[in-house]
């Protein structure tokens, strides 16, 4: 059986949606009558096609996941997980400026589980860099997330856990 983590973690602009959420979009966000999340101005705004696949397998192999943001929209952000029903998914949202390294060392005292038992996935390379000196597997996410990034990362992990 492969070694999976204990808990994924997903940065959220532009790893779940194609967009800041602080600058690309104009907050609050609402769903329509036809099921399509829009923000103020009636722009439709979408995920990254393989997200709710991602988190559903997720979901099936039992492994917690939470979402780690250093956007300043923290009203929308959290707004978007819910509109798009994705707030089911995550045990944990660290949402808020400032250093992902915080976001790590709070998911970790809220969890209790180790950094090395950790997975991240996110498209900004200075925060795989920071995250990972705390001995979490980072993965750079490249296009959005999507199940082969997934596959890929959870490899990655497993690998880790074999060691050398």
């Known amino acids: ?35 399509a999340v829009r923000d103020r101005r009636g722009q439709t705004v979408r ?40 707030d089911r998914y995550f045990v944990h949202r660290e949402i808020y400026p400032g250093s992902k390294v915080t976001h790590f060392e709070r998911l970790q005292q809220k969890t209790g589980v180790v950094f090395s038992q950790m997975i991240f996935f996110d498209d900004e390379k200075r925060n795989i860099l920071d995250v990972s000196k705390l001995g979490v597997t980072c993965i750079h996410v490249q296009n959005g997330m999507n199940l082969q990034t997934l596959s890929q990362g ?7 856990q074999a060691g050398p």
Do not use: C
């Open 1 to 35: 059986m492969t070694r999976l983590p204990k808990l994924v973690v997903f940065d959220l602009d532009y790893t779940l949606w194609p967009f800041w959420v602080d600058t690309h979009v104009d907050p609050p966000f609402h769903k329509g009558s036809d099921g």
């Open 47 to 86: 995920l990254y096609p393989e997200v709710r696949d991602v988190l559903e397998r997720l979901q099936g192999l039992e492994v917690p996941v939470a979402a780690a943001s250093r956007t300043g929209e923290i009203e929308g952000a959290n707004q978007l997980l819910e509109l798009f029903d994705l």
């Open 154 to 160: 959870l490899e990655t992990f497993a690998k880790a």
